[in-house]
């Protein structure tokens, strides 16, 4: 888990987003509330949706526009194979982990969770590589598209 994690507020525009994850070299950060507590995460993949169909630039878009509330989190005592489920079954390659109260105090990545297996790791888990293969395939698995989100749509040659 990344113990002090960047984030940012429903207020923060998409501009300002990009410059984080990419100072930061990673692909989402949890948004947080005035008290601390995770409200969503926003995703390199969001700004990108929300610049391409808005039609505004990223600057004058807020994060509050595109996050969804849907906020899927682990807390500081999840077992690491709950967590797992987490990520299978909402299909998410990274967890906040909260505290008792809501508050964030890390980000779990499937990335960390990888790199934790490998033997030589200093921080070496004791997980096999079944879990792991099985929880990266769900996630990677397509999701079924509901009516209410956009359908492919068909370009000039296709």
Same mark, same amino acid.
Request: proline share 6%; glycine share 6%; aromatic share 2%.
């Given at each position: ?87 299978? #079954?909402? #299909? ?61 749509? #068909?370009?000039?040659?296709?």
């Amino acid at each position: 888990m990344v113990a002090e994690p960047v984030f940012c507020d429903s207020e923060t525009d998409l501009a300002s987003v990009a410059h984080l994850l990419w100072e930061n070299d990673c692909g989402s950060v949890p948004v947080i509330a005035p008290d601390h507590k995770v409200v969503g995460m926003i995703t390199d993949r969001d700004i990108c949706m929300a610049a391409a169909t808005r039609h505004r630039p990223p600057g004058e878009i807020t994060v509050a526009e595109v996050i969804d509330g849907n906020v899927y989190m682990c807390r500081l005592d999840t077992d690491l194979g709950e967590a797992m489920l987490i990520m299978k #079954q909402e #299909q998410v390659r990274r967890l906040p982990v909260v505290d008792a109260d809501g508050k964030l105090q890390g980000v779990l990545s499937l990335a960390d969770i990888i790199l934790s297996a490998e033997p030589h790791s200093a921080k070496a888990i004791k997980l096999s590589a079944g879990p792991i293969m099985e929880t990266l395939k769900a996630i990677c698995s397509p999701r079924a598209v509901s009516a209410a989100e956009p359908q492919k749509v #068909q370009g000039k040659g296709a």
